[in-house]
T-cell receptor, first 113, second 113 residues
Framework: DAMVIQNPRYQVTQFGKPVTLSCSQT?????MYWYQQKSSQAPKLLFH???????NEADTPDNFQSRRPNTSFCFLDIRSPGLGDAAMYLC????????????FGPGTRLTVL | EDQVTQSPEALRLQEGESSSLNCSYT??????LFWYRQDPGKGPEFLFT???AGEEKEKERLKATLTKKESFLHITAPKPEDSATYLC??????????????FGTGTRLKVLA
């Protein structure tokens, strides 16, 4: 089945220790998104890639970076995680344009000690 | 300012007690409105897309409707397995020609047996 896969599902890191979260998709969608979601809050968009074009939200901290080496894969790098970065990180994909909704992966739960 | 507001924040229903969830929006250049279901600790699951006022979509016990300013998710004779958070999102065009999604904070639905 076509899907969005995120690894790992759970990630524990120490304060200030870099961490990388990965996302892959078999839907062949050209748009990929990274969201941060904290408890009882709406998903907050961090970045999105429209094909290879990177789009950074204005309020995304510099501590967060992203890479998309090819259509199928996208990575979220957190350079120096703080306690406030503990959250669920969601990857989503969509077809470009007004074509439909986003398809989400299962998320990675990040804990910062 | 582009905004999506969902109400109520939380809803408790008895099994079989029908009700509606509301999503009101103020966005310019609306391209689509989407409903998602999110279970605890999981990524949102896509339910419906609505594109124009008057449109309706149905899936099992769920029916989504759209007007020019709001959408309703009607739940008919709910069962305990319908318990989840229901998220609404809208897709709007941007001045740069791309698209953005705005999420509401969701309605937490609990259906009691």
């Amino acid at each position: 089945d076509a899907m969005v896969i995120q690894n790992p599902r759970y990630q524990v890191t120490q304060f200030g220790k870099p961490v990388t979260l990965s996302c892959s998709q078999t839907l062949n969608h050209n748009v990929m998104y990274w969201y941060q979601q904290k408890s009882s809050q709406a998903p907050k968009l961090l970045f999105h890639y429209y094909d290879k074009d990177f789009n950074n939200e204005a309020d995304t901290p510099d501590n967060f970076q992203s890479r998309r080496p090819n259509t199928s894969f996208c990575f979220l790098d957190i350079r120096s995680p703080g306690l406030g970065d503990a959250a669920m990180y969601l990857c989503a994909t969509s077809r470009g344009g007004p074509a439909g909704g986003q398809f989400f992966g299962p998320g990675t739960r990040l804990t910062v000690l | 300012e582009d905004q999506v507001t969902q109400s109520p924040e939380a809803l408790r229903l008895q099994e079989g007690e029908s009700s509606s969830l509301n999503c009101s929006y103020t966005v310019s250049g609306l391209r689509g409105l989407f409903w998602y279901r999110q279970d605890p600790g999981k990524g949102p699951e896509f339910l419906f897309t609505l594109y124009s006022a008057g449109e309706e979509k149905e899936k099992e016990r769920l029916k989504a409707t759209l007007t020019k300013k709001e959408s309703f998710l009607h739940i008919t004779a709910p069962k305990p397995e319908d318990s989840a958070t229901y998220l609404c999102a809208v897709q709007a065009g941007t001045t740069s020609g791309t698209y953005k999604y705005f999420f509401g904070t969701g309605t937490r639905l609990k259906v009691l047996a």
